[in-house]
């Protein structure tokens, strides 16, 4: 029956437009699912994320898929006419499956099936209507490793412009090596930033290596400052590079955003937020290479202390940029380790040149320092009554009001801060000041 | 009947057209379609190409009555329906109908536009009715009943140009060319010779039940719903009024006035029927739809100003519309 052989065709062809939908389909997907399990897997977004943009994805992609499907699938009249076209029918076939047959003369619809069965034996449905891979496919496939491909080159291009805190280990681990006793904890040091490029390890794990290592450094920073040993300073910088990749671990499991590889973006949004939130990139216990070097007991030298008035001020000024001041910092604390080997003759200088013990720490702006605090420093400014009362702390004003100033007092010897005439007002200046006012 | 014999006449006659007419085998098969299909045929052409000729030697094919009317200024409505006349016979005299040359079965209104539109109009209840009114009383006409009229493109002075209205009630309009050099060369051997030889009755002399049959024959012949479709979608589509995402095509709107009456369907669907008998089929195909299309809407569409100051065609409407209406 003519009828029968195109309802036949209709659903091979059907069939056909269910693997095109499928294969249409499936690249993105694939795609999708690998980007998916990637950002999953490096701790990029968490479970409820993935959970919350795959499932409308996968939705949306399945109801894309069943239209496209639908759209493409051919109904009874459409496989009537690719039957007519391939034997060149004339419109029997067509004619056959869309036609009333109540309504036609019987004899004449008895012909004209006639007719179509003379034609229909020259067809061979699986021979003359092959599967062929669609147009629709290879698009697909093209689009799904367009995007692949962007992906990739985005997370090139995040690598190069954000360095990877294990770029900072590794040369800390070449600087380490040569020291004999220290040649163990290179080579861990050394491992430990090869494993944080693998990016099979899951976050949790990259953070306990980083925990035993520093655990390492610490015990032997601990050995060495016992020893008063002079490579402390590559120690304290190991211990504080690997302290921001354990805090950049935490702040990118955290957000789930910020940046492309887990590493890199860790360190540059905890860097950040540190100094948005403190006016400086380090935690309580963190130390820059500059405080570790005023902590062992030498002034900064002179390159130093610009390059910190540098970093202050750029403290002060760019506070919500996060991104750029954890790489400010990254970059500061590598300029360090250059100078560190490059300039020598300063440190030796610097060894040669006995100096007081360092201040543990500056107190941070609104910090009341406690009386008698190890290192603080502090400078009493005694004020005329007039000045003090009249003050608003903006410039000019006696001049508006036509006061003339006394002379100041301000560089007057201060009174002792035990003695009862002592100025109430304190003022705590860095380290750096103290000289002048001397 | 059945679809071969059909076939087997409609060949013969059309064969024995084409013995006096050369060429023109489309015009003839044409006529023979717009025939059997129950309508009439307005055919243009210059003088002295044969349509006349044509005209006379299918009708005797046919064995059918005939009549010509040459339409003139002064021809007078009941010279074509005929008139009441006084008659006497056994001393008493009585008015009697004597019918016209319309009461044939085969009528050449030849270069109709020549007459005045009253007597055009008098041809009109003739065509589309099939039956003659005169002072109050109605005669019908014979069955089969065919009026073919000519009209000359060229002369158009003291012509009056049929109305749209009467333009619509013919089935097809057709279009005879001159012919080309081989074939005038034919015409030139068949016409100078010792004699002319005419075209013979093909059709017995019961003809004319045998056409009645044909013609319902022609009507039950298989038509899909898609292809219907598709006829309807191409006349609509001639309406400069139909949206843009209704299968309008930017020709139409531009050049049309007026797009085709439902009678052109009409006359598609029956000339579609017809052409596919004619091929052997008894269901219509995509192909004779398209194949009838011209002739069933050329005389359909209302050029607007803009056409006629280009020189734009109905034909070539209708090629635009072909082309940009999908079949599926």
């Known amino acids: 029956m003519p009828e029968t052989l195109v309802v036949r065709l209709a659903s091979h062809l059907k069939r056909h437009a269910l693997w095109d939908a499928l294969l249409w389909f499936f690249p993105p997907l694939l795609v999708f699912s690998s980007i998916a399990v990637f950002l999953y897997h490096s701790a990029w977004v968490g479970r409820e994320t993935l959970i919350v943009v795959a499932a409308p994805f996968v939705g949306l992609a399945l109801l894309t898929g069943f239209l496209r499907f639908r759209a493409v699938a051919p109904l009874r009249r459409a496989a009537a006419h690719l039957i007519d076209e391939r034997v060149g029918g004339k419109d029997r076939f067509i004619t056959l499956a869309t036609i009333q047959p109540s309504l036609c003369p019987p004899f004449l619809l008895a012909r004209l099936r006639r007719e179509a069965s003379g034609l229909m034996r020259h067809l061979d449905l699986a021979g003359d209507f092959p599967y062929r891979i669609k147009r629709s496919f290879f698009q697909s496939l093209i689009g799904s490793l367009s995007v692949v491909l962007l992906f990739l080159l985005f997370q090139q291009i995040g690598s190069i412009f954000v360095p990877a805190p294990d770029n900072e280990l590794a040369p800390l681990a070449q600087k380490l090596s040569p020291i004999p006793r220290f040649s163990e904890l290179a080579r861990s040091l050394e491992m430990l930033a090869a494993r944080m490029r693998d990016q099979g390890l899951s976050a949790a794990e990259k953070r306990s290596l980083i925990r035993e290592a520093l655990k390492r450094v610490e015990s032997q920073l601990a050995a060495e400052r016992q020893l008063g040993g002079a490579a402390n300073d590559l120690l304290n910088q190991a211990a504080g590079a690997l302290r921001g990749m354990e805090q950049g671990l935490e702040e990118g499991q955290e957000q789930g955003a910020g940046g492309l590889n887990n590493d890199q973006t860790g360190k540059g949004k905890g860097s950040g937020k540190d100094s948005g939130q403190k006016g400086s990139g380090k935690e309580p216990g963190e130390l820059s290479a500059l405080e570790i070097k005023e902590q062992k007991g030498g002034q900064p030298e002179r390159g130093e202390r610009q390059e910190m008035g540098r970093k202050q001020a750029g403290k002060n000024h760019g506070g919500g940029e996060k991104d750029e001041s954890g790489k400010e910092k990254s970059d500061e604390v590598k300029g360090m380790g250059k100078e560190e080997a490059g300039g020598k003759g300063g440190k030796r200088m610097e060894e040669e040149i006995p100096r007081g013990k360092t201040a543990e720490r500056f107190l941070r702006p609104g910090e009341q320092g406690e009386k008698g605090i190890k290192g603080a420093r502090f400078v009493t400014v005694e004020l005329p009554e007039e000045e003090a009362g009249g003050s608003t702390g903006e410039g000019g004003l006696g001049k508006r009001r036509g006061f003339r100033p006394k002379v100041p007092i301000s560089n007057a010897p201060l009174r002792p801060p035990d003695s009862p005439d002592a100025a109430p007002e304190k003022q705590p200046l860095p380290l750096e000041y103290r000289g002048l006012i001397r | ?328």
Request: aromatic residues 6%; charged residues 25%.
């Open chain 2, 1 to 328: 009947m059945e679809p071969e014999k059909y076939r087997e006449q409609f060949s013969s006659l059309e064969a024995e057209v084409r013995k006096v007419i050369v060429d023109h085998a489309d015009v003839i098969r044409k006529i023979l379609i717009a025939f059997f299909s129950g309508g009439h045929v307005l055919l243009e052409g210059v003088p002295g190409l044969g349509k006349t000729l044509l005209i006379k030697s299918l009708s005797r094919a046919l064995g059918l009555s005939f009549k010509r009317v040459q339409f003139t200024p002064d021809l007078m409505p009941s010279d074509i329906t005929g008139t009441q006349v006084l008659t006497e016979s056994d001393g008493r005299r009585e008015f009697q109908f004597k019918q016209g040359p319309i009461f044939a079965q085969v009528v050449l209104a030849d270069e109709i536009n020549r007459a005045t539109p009253k007597t055009q109009s008098a041809v009109l209840e003739a065509m589309e009715e099939r039956q003659v009114t005169v002072f109050g009383e109605t005669y019908p006409l014979e069955p089969p009943f065919m009026v073919l009229a000519t009209q000359n493109p060229i002369e158009l002075e003291g012509t009056y140009p049929l109305p749209e209205a009467q333009l619509d009630r013919f089935f097809f309009k057709l279009l005879v060319s001159s012919p080309a050099p081989e074939e005038l060369m034919e015409i030139l051997h068949r016409t100078t010779g010792e004699a002319l030889q005419g075209a013979s009755q093909v059709l017995p002399n019961n003809g004319a039940e045998i056409i009645v049959e044909m013609q319902r024959l022609l009507r039950q012949v298989l038509m899909a719903p898609p292809l219907e479709d598709y006829v309807v979608r191409l006349v609509h589509a001639t309406h400069p009024a139909a949206k843009k995402g209704d299968g309008a095509v930017p020709e139409v709107g531009e050049y049309l006035r007026f797009g085709s009456s439902p009678r052109g369907a009409q006359a598609i669907i029956l000339g579609a029927k017809g052409n596919a008998l004619a091929e052997g089929r008894v269901h219509v195909s995509y192909e004779d739809i398209e194949a009838v299309i011209y002739p069933a809407l050329r005389h359909r569409l209302i050029l607007n100003f803009q056409a006629e100051a280009e020189n734009v065609g109905a034909d070539q409407i209708l090629a635009a519309v072909i082309k940009k209406v999908p079949r599926d």
